[in-house]
Nanobody, 124 residues
Framework: QVQLVESGGGSVQAGGSLTLSCTGSGNTFSTFCMGWFRQAPGKEREWVATIYTRTGGTYYLDSVNDRFTISQDGAKVTLYLQMNSLKLEDTAMYYC?????????????????WGQGTQVTVSS
């Protein structure tokens, strides 16, 4: 079992920065990949970024790939999402997720474990 807890959300002005954290517990070392998703009210959950645990390879949603950075700590216990140059459209509930099985790691159905979410609100 893997448990995930997000933190670091809050309110920030457009153009500002925010870093989200996701701390894992349980058998985190067996995770194949981890990802960040976001969901705004009335919209489907949207993939944001993926990191492959063993290789460190990363992939991003086109609209954030020049502003966001996904990373893990050395022990691969904590997942981060550094968000720079935040825009109003980045406002959403952000979720971290873990997939113990090999997959593309871009779809919600690829991931077996989810955190509770942390709210990010960007204002002008």
């Amino acid at each position: 079992q893997v448990q995930l807890v997000e933190s670091g959300g809050g309110s920030v002005q457009a153009g500002g920065s925010l870093t989200l954290s996701c701390t894992g517990s349980g058998n985190t070392f067996s995770t194949f990949c981890m990802g960040w998703f976001r969901q705004a009210p009335g919209k489907e959950r949207e993939w944001v970024a993926t990191i492959y645990t063993r290789t460190g390879g990363t992939y991003y949603l086109d609209s954030v790939n020049d502003r966001f950075t996904i990373s893990q700590d050395g022990a691969k216990v904590t997942l981060y999402l550094q968000m720079n140059s935040l825009k109003l459209e980045d406002t959403a509930m952000y979720y971290c997720a873990a997939d113990p099985n090999p997959s593309v790691c871009r779809k919600t159905t690829d991931f077996d474990y989810w955190g509770q979410g942390t709210q990010v609100t960007v204002s002008s």
